[in-house]
Each structure stands twice: as C-alpha cells, then as structure tokens.
C-alpha cells in the first residue's frame, strides 16, 4: 500500500544524514538535482555487481540479463508515463539531449525559412538555445511568448502569436527559476489548432506529480531520471509513433543500424534509430529504481506536503522582511525564489552554506525572464517530499542571519 511519512522516507535517503559545515544538512536544492533513495543507488550497485554485460549482443547469460533490466526499465517509464508503447521512449543523456534531439532531428526536417518557434520567455536555455540553433540554420525564428510579472504565461499573447507559421510550440511543464506551473494542456490544444507540434520540458514537473503522455497529446516530453531521484546522466525523450517514425536518426554509429554497406545504410527500427552506440544501462536500471520508489509513495500526500513547505517559507520570509518574492503565479511546485533587498543571491548563498543550508543561486539558466526582471538572478530554495517544517525554519534563521550579516 503506498504510504507517506517524511521521517520514514528520509531514512532512506542516506545522503541527507550528514553535517555541512558543523550543521545537519537542509537540502534545498532539489530544483537542480533530488538527491538518491537507497533503493537507487543499490539497484545501480548490484547492476555492476551481478549483471554488466553490453545490451542486445546476445550472444551469453550475462548480455542477455542486462538486456532484460535495460528493456524493462523502458517498459516501467512508459507505463509511468502512460505512454502507448515502449518504443516510444527514447534514452538520452536527460532533457538537454532530449530536446537538442528533437530540435536536430525533427527541426532539421521540418523547418524552413519564415517557419516560427514558440517558447516561453522563462524557459531554461536548454529550451531556447537548441531552437536558435537549429531556426538559424533554415532560416526559421525562435520567439518568446509573454510572462506576466507573476510569472505566469500570458494566454491571451500567446494566442496572438499563433498562426500557421508557427511549426514548434517548446514550453516547460514547471519554471526552474519561479516554479510556475504552466496550463500545458490549453498549451497543447492551442498550439495544434494551427498545426504546430508541441514539446514540454518536464524537467521540473516530473518528480512532483503522475503524468499521463497519451492524455497530454504533446507531441514530445523530455525529462532527466537526476531531477526525480535517478541517476545523473539519464533522460528520457517520449515521442508520438507518428513523429518519431518520420523523423530521420540524431546520431549515427553501433546499435542504430539495420544494415550497413557503403553503397548504403539502413536504420533500426524504434526506439533503437535514436540510440546509437553503447546505452547508460546502469542509468536505465537506476532510473527503473527511482521509479519504483515514486510509484511506492502516495503522491498527492507528497505534494500536499511540498505545498505546505512552501506556504510556511513564504509566510515566514514575508514576516521577516527585507526579502522579495520574485514570481508569484497562482500555480506553483514548491520552489521559493527570492531576492534580498541588500545583498547580491550569491552573498545570501555563501551565508546559508555557512549555516548547513544549500540553495542555489543565479540566474538558473534562465536569464531572459532575469532580464525581463531586471535583476541579475536570485536565491532559490527548492523543496522535495524529504524536506520538513525543521528545514524550513532552518532556511529562515539562516535568511535572518544573512540579513543581519549584511544589511
Ligand atoms: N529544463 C529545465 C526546466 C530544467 O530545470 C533543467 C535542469 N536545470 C533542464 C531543462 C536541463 O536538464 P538537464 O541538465 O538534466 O539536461
């Protein structure tokens, strides 16, 4: 039966038992990396202890069980993800490769002069830059659409932006740098009245709530297994058949082939034409594991936890003063991004480490919506279903005291 109770669920994190800096650890940097349940870093350990072997060489026991871990870690994300058929799930290196994958490949075919690509203006640069680099070469342009000073997107913009020469609609599901949750759904239907294909970058949504690809109807989701409790290293591309079908391979090599000569080559069949050379195996075995782990914790619970977290560290941080909020769409993942009246991110960073607290601090890869802010980044602390009343009140004391340092 799944279950929630954050004092049992730590123990399993064993990574989170340590002190920094003389304090027990507050980790609140989940937004860049969640940190790795037991059960994940043992299913990578006894993979290398008991199964390494290459994938689909077939030829003894060893290959052939690590085939069958690698395979059904590929059945279990498509099922997560509600995908129709595990040949829709592509491995990469996580949503970077994901969506430079899509970009490449789908963009090479698709894109010619005049053609438009739609993407917020708070993505992450891994869902801006591999769009201008690929509109550059065909000649196609990469816009923003609004965000309001919220930080939510701007409807009505973006459905003034749409027309048919809008080819590609690329928008994160969650903001890395506010934690505004984007209504994708509207997104999507929008998007494909005028005939464009929709990717969402799940980076940030993905170890918050179930997802359901087929019901999504996006054409694309990118996600990578570090930021829900998996191993760095490992991602995962969903495609629709249709899509990935026709579109050509991103990188050639070992695996991706049917038949080579050098009159000609032909190409394996899905999922296996976007794999070229030997796969992070280990990576998909970690990533099985990380599953597994979310699918054994009442989800809702989880979130209905983080949600919590959040509404005491913004209640506590306004009671405080001298802090500002920056991005306060009504729909938020519990990511507190903040600045501080008198001190630079990085300064307030410094002072939190010092006291055992890890945030990060900057512009999260997202300096376009810094820019549209007007500031040069900001402290974010990023809460996951580990984290706890103790760790907030702790995030806060350590804010009074950045405060009082350097006020
Ligand atoms: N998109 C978003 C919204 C992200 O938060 C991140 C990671 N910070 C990425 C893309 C890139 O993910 P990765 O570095 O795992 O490829």
């Not at 299913?43 to 290459?54: K, P, V």
């Not at 630079?344 to 810094?370: F, S, W």
Request: proline share 4%; aromatic share 8%; net charge negative.
């Amino acid at each position: 039966m799944n279950h929630f109770d954050v004092g049992e669920l730590r123990s399993q994190f064993p990574i989170l038992q340590q002190r920094v800096n003389g304090q027990p650890l507050v980790y609140l940097d989940n937004a860049a990396t969640t940190q790795k349940p037991d059960s994940v870093i043992d299913a990578i350990a006894n993979y290398y202890r008991n199964d390494n072997a290459n994938v689909h060489r077939g030829a003894h026991a060893l290959s052939d069980r690590a085939t069958e871990v690698f395979e059904s870690a590929r059945q279990k994300v498509a099922e997560f993800i509600s995908a129709s058929s595990k040949d829709e799930v592509l491995w990469t290196r996580g949503t970077t490769e994901s969506i430079n994958l899509v970009a490449s490949s789908w963009g090479g075919q698709n894109l010619s002069a005049g053609d438009r690509i739609l993407v917020s203006a708070m993505e992450h640069h891994a869902n801006i830059v591999p769009w201008q680099m690929v509109a550059e070469k065909h000649g196609a342009r990469v816009e923003p659409i609004p965000v309001d000073a919220d930080g939510s997107i701007n409807m009505a913009a973006f459905v003034s932006l749409l027309d048919e020469r809008v080819k590609m609609v690329a928008v994160g599901h969650v903001s890395n740098a506010l934690g505004s949750i984007n209504p994708v759904s509207e997104i999507i239907s929008l998007a494909h009245g005028v005939g464009a294909r929709v990717l969402i970058d799940a980076a940030q949504s993905i170890a918050h709530w179930p997802v359901n690809v087929a019901e999504l109807n996006c054409d694309f989701y990118a996600f990578s297994a570090h930021k829900m409790f998996g191993p760095t290293g490992m991602g995962v591309l969903y495609g629709k058949r249709e899509c990935l079908e026709s579109m050509p391979p991103y990188q050639g090599g070992g695996e991706m082939i049917e038949t080579v000569s050098f009159a000609g080559t032909t190409f394996n069949k899905l999922p296996y034409k976007f794999e070229a050379g030997t796969p992070n195996i280990a990576g998909a075995v970690g990533l099985a594991a990380a599953v597994e782990f979310l699918q054994g914790i009442d989800r809702t619970a989880a979130d209905q936890h983080e949600t919590q977290l959040l509404a005491r560290a913004e209640q506590e941080l306004d009671a405080l003063g001298g802090y500002q909020i920056v991005g306060k769409a009504s729909q938020r993942v519990a990511v507190l991004s903040f600045i501080g009246d008198f001190a630079h991110p990085q300064d307030i960073g410094m002072i939190l480490d010092k006291q055992g607290v890890a945030v990060r601090t900057g512009n999260h890869c997202a300096q376009p919506i810094m820019d549209q802010f007007g500031i040069p980044g900001t402290v974010r602390a990023s809460f996951s279903l580990y984290n706890t009343v103790e760790d907030v009140d702790r995030l806060i004391a350590g804010l009074a005291k950045a405060k009082m340092f350097l006020a």
